[in-house]
């Protein structure tokens, strides 16, 4: 459905990747699994729709996403262009709380001032790849008109959820670091609008959807006992939970 460019290294500390649609499109609805990324959505020509909000011809925000969303397209070509952010270019992106718009998805009128990137990116007739190019260089100088850094505690946290391919027990982890909680909640809220559990949950769902596709026959009781849930119950509520869907109607949707 979409292209995915690597961002230039200038940008790298900001941008995860940039990616582009232009042209036909299925009709059928796509899930965005939702990993804790804010990203920016240029619309330049067709209509969908997430979470209730009817894109057209525009920028807007997607904030962090708790939960998995299906996103529905009303036209039969869709010419964007998006960028998904890491957690510094998010927070020097605009100076917004990131909680207000969780599991959102906004304008960016709403939270910065857009003239300059429709003017300069949006309006001119460009390639994909020129309209990129373009996006780049606002972006750069958007993100050095700040300096502001993320949190340490966060920036410590987040390193050590990332890497743990099984059960994430954040009190051992917090104990391990020498983090006091409270700190570490504060820090993941300014940072990323959500707290270390949630996107500690995010982690463990994306582990179990590559446990499923990688293991395609294995019984669901072994994959829920590799990863180290409790029981097999704890998974699937943990799994629809994020995902909407139970971890066998996933396999199911996979083997489509």
Not at 55 to 82: C, D, E, I, K
Not at 108 to 126: D, H, I, R, W
Not at 198 to 222: C, G, M, Q, W
């Amino acid at each position: 459905m979409y292209t995915a460019i690597t961002p230039p290294p200038a940008l790298a500390p900001y941008i995860i990747n940039f990616w582009y649609t232009d042209g036909p499109i299925s009709a059928q609805a796509q899930a965005i699994h939702s990993d804790g990324c804010i990203s920016i959505l240029l619309v330049l020509s067709g209509e969908s729709v997430i979470k209730d909000v009817s894109m057209r011809a525009g920028a807007y925000l997607l904030g962090p996403q708790t939960t998995s969303r299906l996103w529905h397209f009303n036209t039969h070509a869709l010419h964007m262009v998006g960028a998904r952010l890491t957690p510094l270019g998010a927070k020097r992106l605009s100076n917004i709380p990131l909680k207000y718009i969780k599991n959102e998805c906004i304008e960016l009128q709403e939270v910065l001032n857009t003239g300059f990137l429709k003017a300069k990116v949006m309006t001119p007739k460009l390639t994909p790849l020129q309209r990129i190019h373009a996006l780049c260089s606002w972006l750069e100088h958007h993100f050095n008109k700040t300096n502001y850094q993320l949190p340490l505690a966060f920036s410590t946290t987040l390193i050590q959820i990332d890497n743990q391919p099984r059960s994430i027990k954040l009190a051992h982890m917090y104990d391990k670091l020498g983090l006091n909680s409270r700190r570490v909640e504060r820090a993941f809220i300014e940072s990323i609008g959500m707290s270390p559990k949630e996107y500690a949950t995010l982690v463990e769902v994306f582990n179990s959807r590559n446990a499923i596709k990688h293991s395609p026959n294995k019984p669901l009781t072994d994959i829920a006992h590799d990863l180290e849930y409790v029981d097999q119950s704890h998974f699937i509520r943990q799994f629809k939970k994020v995902m909407q869907i139970t971890p066998k109607q996933y396999r199911t949707r996979l083997a489509r």
